[in-house]
Nanobody, 124 residues
Framework: QVQLVESGGGLVQAGGSLRLSCAGS????????MAWFRQAPGKERELVAA????????HYEPAVKGRFAIDRDNYKNTLWLSMNSLKPEDTATYYC?????????????????WGQGTQVTVSS
């Protein structure tokens, strides 16, 4: 089992940047595929980006491709999401998630463990 704690959210102006962190506990963090999801008020939770267990294969949703970057350090048990050129529509609660498996996964139901979320608010 792995426990996940997100940090790094906050209020930023449009065009700004933030870097979210997700600290994982447990010796098997490096064996999980990881992802960032987000949920805006009144909307369903959606995938933002995903990464395989080794960190060399990534996937981005079209809305964030070219602006966001996902990476991980398995020695530090940490996952990051670097967000640049932020837009008001990026405002949401961001969650990190872990899935048992070595590839990356795009379906929310594939993920077994979730953090509590960190709020990102982008003002126009």
């Amino acid at each position: 089992q792995v426990q996940l704690v997100e940090s790094g959210g906050g209020l930023v102006q449009a065009g700004g940047s933030l870097r979210l962190s997700c600290a994982g506990s447990g010796p098997r963090f490096g064996t999980y595929a990881m992802a960032w999801f987000r949920q805006a008020p009144g909307k369903e939770r959606e995938l933002v980006a995903a990464i395989n267990w080794l960190g060399d294969i990534t996937h981005y949703e079209p809305a964030v491709k070219g602006r966001f970057a996902i990476d991980r350090d398995n020695y530090k048990n940490t996952l990051w999401l670097s967000m640049n050129s932020l837009k008001p529509e990026d405002t949401a609660t961001y969650y990190c998630a872990a899935a048992q498996g070595t590839y990356y996964y795009t379906l929310e139901g594939r993920y077994d463990y979730w953090g509590q979320g960190t709020q990102v608010t982008v003002s126009s």
